[in-house]
């Protein structure tokens, strides 16, 4: 049986895949991979099936060895420096580790995340059908420790097409395209949200991105909105008036006024934004 050993696991390294759609109503949000499209190009390089459990990396420092087998890996996402002992391999493209062969993961220059895919995928006991960790709900597998063993599943039966491919640009100022409301008409100047140059706060995990800058003032501070279903992407002005970006473990109801939802294929790109980043939104 190969087993991925987790050496070091940097600031923060959880297991993510597709997220548990459908149990918003008991109050479980989808949660899963934060940057939806680098986790699954990470598995398609390894012509894993979809859904296939991986592991999402903040900022680098992973390292990991193969036990009891050799592991073919992929690393996807924020572009970490990456070397199989003391070689320097790349980024986008499958790896071959093999057993007691270490996997080391430098900080990345650009990105906030980076996706470690594994053949066959990371085989951990799924919670109402996912294997991913919600770090609101507290739900899925703990996020990883020196010490841990990670159990590769069985390979797949299709192999991978590619070799590599090309690793995106992160550009120095980040754009997000936005829809308008649904409660625009709570704040003054609606456009000052796409406006005005914000910054991402650090205070920004997988729950949200809060967003520095000008804040946005309410129509009537005193009103009260009744709690109301969320979604990924949603942007929510709290009393402060600083905007909150849900990303992908968002609460399931919120009662704030949401005045726009960035837009669904833009959230993986928030989901990289690095504290003190320029961001700019733009209406779609």
Do not use: K
Not at 37 to 44: E, K, T
């Amino acid at each position: 049986m190969t087993t991925l050993e987790v050496v070091r696991s940097g600031p923060l390294a959880l297991i993510e895949d597709e997220g548990r759609p459908g149990w918003s109503a008991i109050g479980v949000g989808r949660s899963g991979a934060a940057d939806r499209a680098s986790y699954r190009l990470a598995n398609r390089l390894l012509a894993n099936p979809a859904g296939a459990a991986a592991i999402e990396v903040l900022l680098g420092g992973l390292e990991v060895v193969a036990r009891g087998g050799d592991a073919w890996v992929a690393v996807t996402g924020a572009p970490a420096r990456l070397t199989v002992d003391a070689r320097a391999v790349d980024p986008y493209a499958a790896v071959a580790l093999r057993e007691g062969q270490r996997l080391r993961m430098g900080l990345p220059p650009a990105g906030l995340r980076s996706y470690v895919a594994v053949r066959g995928g990371i085989d951990v006991p799924p919670v109402l059908g996912s294997r991913s960790r919600d770090v609101l709900a507290g739900i899925g597998p703990e996020p990883l420790a020196a010490g841990d063993r990670l159990v590769v599943g069985p390979a797949p039966a299709a192999y991978p097409h590619v070799d590599a491919v090309p690793a995106p640009a992160y550009e120095d100022e980040v754009v997000l395209r936005v829809v308008r409301g649904p409660r625009d008409d709570w704040i003054l100047d609606p456009d000052l949200l796409v406006g005005a140059t914000w910054h991402a706060s650090a205070n920004t995990d997988r729950v949200g991105m809060r967003l520095d800058g000008p804040p946005l003032r309410l129509v009537r501070p005193d009103r009260q909105l009744p709690s109301e279903g969320a979604v990924r992407g949603a942007i929510q002005v709290p009393p402060s008036g600083e905007p909150v970006v849900f990303l992908a473990d968002h609460p399931v109801t919120g009662g704030y006024p949401v005045v726009g939802v960035v837009v669904d294929a833009d959230v993986d790109r928030a989901a990289q934004v690095r504290p003190g980043t320029p961001l700019r939104l733009r209406w779609a």
